[in-house]
């Protein structure tokens, strides 16, 4: 699966040139060579210029240059869909996505989505996002891929992978340290070597090898210097260390100066200083700059060298569609209304069943069996009442929740409500179905729930992007509570029902302890934000109709203070400086390290089914003075060199097909000062009833290794090296060891 790449460097001064090695990047560098040859300084300069943020009809837009056939660049959000136009789709987000566990459906989501921008016109795609979920409250950390960089590198590299696949560019972003919404733009992450390579860095690295066209570079500062202007961190450590043969373009108005374009930078965006500024730290002002001799030119070829690579890279330089809406105005003329959904609408159904986590099944309440009567209760089952799209960026918790809000967000063309679906549905058992959608009457929530069979009870979190504040909520969550007070409703609800399920449409974690261990709870259903065919997903599990195999891709702690990091909300005119303290113990490795019960644990989630594990073999062998020099190709043969082979039996003991995600998780030696546990391999895994399977994972070197900072290089640590095979994180049925 991967894919092989190995490259060379050349560095002068410090402009970083990437000389590929790889076939697809070594063609693409030999045109954009020939056509560079072409340009004049000026064409060179606007390459990575953008026209303005209120200029263009996309999210972000580059001039055309005739005379090389070159049509401009449109790029345009979000990470789950086309944002701000119609007859798109509403895809789950990076969250819902990674909690599937599942590469073939990372993979088809990224299809269906470039199918999307592609239709549009889109040049490239604002995503995918794969910063890490830090602190579980982080407003943004729904866009991504969760807590652990193993899983958020799969989602990643499967997402990049397809999206490309039908020559869109896709974007790794935020780079780097971009974990909290508070003083984005005005905070330093400081953060240590070792984390930095061995968390944050790592789906980036995922992105790179399936090569990815382009990187965001993210608001904050990293150690005090901008990232948009940080040379260690984009040429030293992106281009030159791990290799990435792509652009850097500014999130938006990230750029803080011309000279950026010597630490790293190739493109400015949306290419204003600031919003109608009508001026650019690039465009006219490094033209002069390079004609007075301030900037050398060689940095203008690079930026122009990388933009049309990646352009050529795509094939975008043949036959690509023209934009066919405006972004900035859905209902002007340019909106030529095409319609890019195809069937996609099906797939995020499928992802939708396949990313609900069941996590709570007394006596088996679940799958539904024609039930009397069902009660639906709560305003999260229901539709929003101002339309799906009422709230501009979905900035408001109304109805279902299906996504969060910001930037990272589409427009629905329809979003299925739980209770439709439901109400539907169960008109085939003849079952009777009984709502209330108001949060705060709970008088009348227990009057519907009292005498049904079933009573579900629909609770939301919400968060976003920091130019909205919803409910108090300032783009990152205040807390982890149910919203509107949806522990309250659970409470009046199970007082009166003694089979009450609740359904949980959230954007992280929520703290459960108020009623988890009410009998009367038998059901808990994590359906997190699945997308506009949320009801459709949700009702497939509930009735068995897809066996539930999604898990928890981030910890479920009793409190907020279990967490090992918070959001940091302090208000400063100076920099607010934000230690990643925790280091490489984020998650359920803090967990783990600090012998925290959670309530639920990353990986955590049931099925219908159930599955026995046995006979793990580990062949292959490793020698621990095996190490990389940390850099380009080296890197990258260690990463493509399987040291190790691990082997396991797994068998469906129950009665029902289902798939069952296997995890494979890593104890280094204690010399390492790793944590406990850390995820080194998953498989999502069909089974018919009695069916067995032998499960094969391979480890490479690097999967093996740490980290040195001193040495600047991976190594795999002297000492035997523990192998576990689990359900979760904490459910371990195997173990083995790697002798070192
Ligand atoms: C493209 O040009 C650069 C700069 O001259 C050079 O280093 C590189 O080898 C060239 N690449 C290809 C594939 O021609
Ligand atoms: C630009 O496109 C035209 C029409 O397809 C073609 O004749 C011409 O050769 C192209 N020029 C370049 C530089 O590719
Ligand atoms: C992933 O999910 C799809 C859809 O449920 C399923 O067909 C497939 O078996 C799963 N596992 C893998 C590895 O694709
Ligand atoms: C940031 O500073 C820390 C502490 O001084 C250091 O360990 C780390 O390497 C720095 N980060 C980078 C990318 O240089
Ligand atoms: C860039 O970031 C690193 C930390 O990643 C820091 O040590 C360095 O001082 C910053 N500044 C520059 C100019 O690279
Ligand atoms: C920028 O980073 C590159 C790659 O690590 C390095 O070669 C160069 O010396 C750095 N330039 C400056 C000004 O620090
Ligand atoms: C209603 O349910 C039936 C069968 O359960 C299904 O075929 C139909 O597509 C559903 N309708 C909608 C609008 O979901
Ligand atoms: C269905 O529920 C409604 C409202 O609670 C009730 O009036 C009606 O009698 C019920 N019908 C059946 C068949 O149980
Ligand atoms: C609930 O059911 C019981 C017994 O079936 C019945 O006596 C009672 O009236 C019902 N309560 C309501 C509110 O329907
Ligand atoms: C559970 O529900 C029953 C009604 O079915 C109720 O009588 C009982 O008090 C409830 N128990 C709790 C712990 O809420
Ligand atoms: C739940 O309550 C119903 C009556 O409302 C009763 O028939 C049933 O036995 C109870 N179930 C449990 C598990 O207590």
Not at 8 to 29: I, R
Not at 37 to 58: E, Q, R
Not at 493 to 515: D, Q
Not at 598 to 616: I, Q, V
Request: glycine share 10%.
């Amino acid at each position: 699966m991967y894919l092989h790449c190995s490259a060379v460097f050349l560095v002068l001064s410090s402009v970083v040139y990437a000389q590929p090695a790889s076939p697809e990047w070594q063609t693409a560098y030999a045109k954009a060579n020939a056509t560079l040859a072409k340009l004049s300084l000026w064409d060179k300069v606007w390459l990575g210029t953008g026209v303005g943020y209120f200029f263009g009809k996309c999210t972000g837009s580059t001039p055309g240059i005739t005379s090389i056939n070159f049509t401009g660049l449109c790029l345009e959000d979000s990470a789950l869909g086309v944002r701000n136009v119609d007859k798109t789709s509403v895809f789950p987000p990076g969250i819902n996505t990674a909690a599937t566990f599942n590469r073939t459906l990372m993979n088809l989501r990224g299809i269906a989505m470039g199918q999307e921008f592609r239709g549009k016109g889109i040049n490239v795609q604002l995503g995918p996002m794969m910063n890490m979920m830090r602190a579980p409250a982080s407003g943004r950390a729904w866009e991504g891929f969760g807590a652990d960089p193993y899983l958020a590198g799969e989602g990643a590299y499967e997402t990049v992978k397809g999206v490309q696949s039908v020559g869109v560019q896709a974007v790794a972003k935020h780079f780097i340290f971009n974990e909290q919404e508070h003083s984005r733009m005005s905070s330093s992450s400081n953060v240590d070597d070792r984390t930095t390579h061995e968390v944050y860095l790592h789906p980036f690295l995922r992105s790179i090898q399936a090569n990815v066209a382009a990187v965001m570079c993210s608001y904050n500062q990293v150690n005090g210097t901008f990232a948009c202007e940080n040379n260690s961190t984009l040429n030293g450590i992106l281009k030159w260390e791990l290799g990435f043969q792509g652009y850097v373009m500014s999130d938006w108005v990230a750029t803080h100066s011309t000279g950026s374009v010597t630490k790293g930078l190739d493109m400015t965006m949306p290419g204003d200083i600031f919003p109608g500024s009508l001026i650019s730290f690039f465009g006219l002002t490094l033209d002069l700059a390079v004609v007075f001799g301030a900037i050398k030119q060689y940095y203008v070829d690079n930026l122009a060298r990388r933009v049309l690579a990646s352009w050529y890279l795509l094939g975008q330089d043949s036959g690509y569609p023209a934009v066919n809406f405006n972004s900035k105005n859905a209902g002007s003329s340019d909106n030529l209304h095409v319609d890019v959904q195809g069937n996609h609408g099906s797939l995020i159904r499928t992802i939708g069943a396949a990313s609900t986590v069941l996590l709570k099944n007394t006596g088996k309440t679940l799958p539904l069996a024609a039930p009397p009567s069902i009660a639906v209760i709560g305003s999260g089952a229901g539709p929003n009442p101002s339309g799906p799209n009422g709230c501009v960026d979905r900035s408001c918790n109304q109805g279902v929740l299906a996504q969060g809000w910001g930037s990272g967000t589409a427009d629905y063309p329809y979003l299925i409500t739980p209770l439709d679906a439901i109400t539907n549905r169960s008109a085939v058992d003849k079952t009777n179905v009984t709502s209330s959608l108001s949060d705060s009457d709970l008088n009348a929530a227990a009057a519907a729930a009292k005498n049904k069979s079933i009573a579900f009870v629909f609770i939301t979190a919400d968060s976003g992007e920091a130019q909205y504040t919803v409910e108090g909520n300032a783009g990152d969550r205040n807390d982890l509570l149910a919203w509107h007070g949806g522990d309250a409703l659970v409470q009046a609800v199970a007082a009166v029902n003694n089979n009450t399920i609740v359904v949980v449409n959230t954007v992280g974690p929520v703290i459960l302890e108020a009623w988890i261990d009410n009998p009367n709870v038998t059901g808990l259903v994590w359906s997190g934000l699945p997308g506009q065919e949320a009801g459709n997903g949700l009702v497939d599990v509930l009735y068995g109709v897809y066996n539930p195999s999604g898990r928890l891709p981030y910890t479920i702690g009793k409190s907020i203070g279990d967490y090992p990091a918070q959001i940091d909300t302090t208000s400063s005119l100076s920099t607010v400086q934000i230690p990643y303290a925790e280091g490489i113990f984020i998650d359920y490795r803090h967990f783990d390290a600090s012998n925290i019960t959670p309530r639920f644990e990353f990986g955590f989630g049931l099925s219908y089914t159930t599955f026995d594990y046995s006979s793990l073999s580990i062949s292959g062998s490793i020698s621990s003075n095996q190490y990389s020099t940390g850099m380009g190709s080296s890197l990258d043969a260690m990463l493509h060199n399987p040291a190790i082979t691990v082997s396991f039996s797994l068998r469906n003991s129950g009665s029902t097909f289902g798939h069952e995600v296997a995890q494979l998780y890593l104890t280094l030696p204690s010399s390492a000062n790793s944590a406990p546990y850390i995820l080194r391999g998953f498989d999502s895994i069909p089974l018919e009833p009695g069916q067995s399977k032998t499960v094969t994972f391979t480890l490479s070197r690097y999967d093996l290794s740490t980290w040195n900072v001193v040495t600047q290089r991976w190594e795999v640590p002297n000492g035997d090296i523990v192998v576990t095979i689990g359900a979760s994180s904490r459910d371990r049925r195997l173990r083995g060891t790697i002798s070192n």
